[in-house]
């Protein structure tokens, strides 16, 4: 069992930067890909950014450019720095990690205020 603790998120005005951290309780995290989801209100839940073991990135057209994930193995966490933030950024943010099942955080709440 891996649990995942995300911090970081809150209230900002639109075109400001937040970054948010999820720290994972297990010995091998880094072997896990990694990855940032969000959920807004009445919309499904969708992949924001994911980072694999290697290192290697992928990213949401929408947050390209503007959203980066990295980790740092040493620290078991995983990072989304995000900038320039619009209001539709507005969301639960979840931490996920994936190796033979998918584990999930319980979520941190970002709003993007115009």
């Known amino acids: 069992q891996v649990q995942l603790v995300e911090s970081g998120g809150g209230l900002v005005q639109a075109g400001g930067s937040l970054r948010l951290d999820c720290a994972a309780s297990t010995t091998i995290f880094s072997s896990y890909t990694m990855g940032w989801y969000r959920q807004a209100p009445g919309k499904q839940r969708e992949l924001v950014a994911r980072i694999t073991s290697g290192g290697l990135t992928n990213y949401a057209d929408s947050v390209k450019g503007r959203f980066t994930i990295s980790r740092d193995n040493a620290k078991n966490t995983v990072f989304l720095q995000m900038s320039t933030l619009k209001p539709e950024d507005t969301a639960v943010y979840y931490c996920?990690?994936?190796?033979?099942?998918?584990?999930w955080g319980q979520g941190t709440q970002v709003t993007v205020s115009s």
């Open positions: 996920s990690a994936r190796l033979y099942r998918t584990y």
